[in-house]
Nanobody
Framework: QVQLVESGGGLVQAGDSLRLSCVASGRTFTGRTFSSYHMGWFRQAPGKEREFVAV????????YYSDSVKGRFTISRDNAQNTVYLQMNSLKPEDAAVYYC??????????????WGQGTQVTVSS
């Protein structure tokens, strides 16, 4: 049973934009609601480890980004819709990866998160 479902990936050219979405399939995750989880975005390129991208607090009041995407990507959430977004602008070839959303504690490590989506592919051509 998939609990987080990403969408919005695709093939774009360098400099283009994409908006990824991640929708929770239910309001309860091991006894907690969507609004009780910090939500993160990670990415993983072929042959590389999963890399932190961004995180947003439970209410959406705080965000944090990796240096590689800061100023270009924006994470947001709509708790009423059980959805977290990642707006990606000025995409670079090095941004190409499978992007995953995750729910868990505030953190920049994969171990901070307990629930993961299936991933959505982002390809950036030069």
């Amino acid at each position: 049973q998939v609990q987080l479902v990403e969408s919005g990936g695709g093939l774009v050219q360098a400099g283009d934009s994409l908006r990824l979405s991640c929708v929770a399939s239910g309001r309860t995750f091991t006894g907690r609601t969507f609004s009780s989880y910090h939500m993160g975005w990670f990415r993983q390129a072929p042959g590389k480890e999963r890399e932190f991208v961004a995180v947003i607090s439970t209410s959406g009041s705080r965000t944090y980004y990796s240096d590689s995407v800061k100023g270009r990507f924006t994470i947001s959430r709509d708790n009423a819709q059980n959805t977290v977004y990642l707006q990606m602008n000025s995409l670079k070839p090095e941004d190409a990866a499978v992007y995953y959303c995750a729910a868990g504690r505030w953190g920049m490590d994969v171990d901070s998160y307990e629930l993961w989506g299936q991933g959505t592919q982002v390809t950036v051509s030069s």
